[in-house]
T-cell receptor, first 111, second 116 residues
Framework: QKEVEQNSGPLSVPEGAIASLNCTYSDRGSQSFFWYRQYSGKSPELIMFIYSNGDKEDGRFTAQLNKASQYVSLLIRDSQPSDSATYLCAVRMDSSYKLIFGSGTRLLVRP | ETGVTQTPRHLVMGMTNKKSLKCEQH?????MYWYKQSAKKPLELMFVYNFKEQTENNSVPSRFSPECPNSSHLFLHLHTLQPEDSALYLC???????????????FGPGTRLLVL
């Protein structure tokens, strides 16, 4: 069973802090890794994806991938109350369309 | 807006009704997907279509029947549903290149379905 694991949270951080969201996956054949943000009652919105080991930065967001440890994370710098949402980690296997989603981590940014 | 639209946005139906969900993408993508999202559960992939051909059916009950007349449109036909089928149904699309590292799915707004 291919799995993607996330801590359900809630992860509570003060406004302006760095929020760190983590995800582990079980299949070493995983090729690409995605972070989606989902506000309550809304659909998932793509934040960024990563497929090479290391860091990838986009504005306040940084994705980090460590394939040896089967670990991907999302850092949100200068967290804002509007960042409060559920963050979904998704993993795509090699030569597959299929995304395997984690259950999501709920982030709460306190003003 | 992601370029993926879904109608209706909300649907209430009885267990004996027949209804259809519609998805349309304006991104020039070739692959389209149906997902189900229930409370407290991860997103569950239901069906995948690539270039109008169904490439995946994740053991979905036959009361859910997908249809993909072309690469831009996807339907989910519903009949004799059960209350446990109440969920958010999400459509997504992607370019459809399975060997591309950048193959990325974009979601529509979803249809909130309640089965009474």
């Amino acid at each position: 069973q291919k799995e993607v694991e996330q801590n359900s949270g809630p992860l509570s951080v003060p406004e302006g802090a760095i929020a760190s969201l983590n995800c582990t996956y079980s299949d070493r054949g995983s090729q690409s890794f995605f972070w989606y943000r989902q506000y309550s009652g809304k659909s998932p919105e793509l934040i960024m994806f990563i497929y090479s080991n290391g860091d990838k930065e986009d504005g306040r967001f940084t994705a980090q991938l460590n394939k040896a440890s089967q670990y991907v994370s999302l850092l949100i710098r200068d967290s804002q109350p509007s960042d409060s949402a559920t963050y979904l980690c998704a993993v795509r296997m090699d030569s597959s369309y299929k995304l395997i989603f984690g259950s999501g981590t709920r982030l709460l940014v306190r003003p | 807006e992601t370029g993926v639209t879904q109608t209706p946005r909300h649907l209430v139906m009885g267990m004996t009704n027949k209804k259809s969900l519609k998805c349309e993408q304006h991104l020039g993508h070739n692959a389209m997907y149906w997902y189900k999202q229930s409370a407290k559960k991860p997103l569950e992939l239901m069906f995948v279509y690539n270039f109008k051909e169904q490439t995946e059916n994740n053991s979905v009950p036959s009361r859910f029947s997908p249809e993909c007349p072309n690469s831009s449109h996807l339907f989910l036909h519903l009949h004799t549903l059960q209350p446990e089928d109440s969920a958010l149904y999400l459509c997504a699309s992607s370019q459809g290149y399975r060997d591309s590292y950048q193959e990325t799915q974009y979601f529509g707004p979803g249809t909130r379905l309640l089965v009474l």
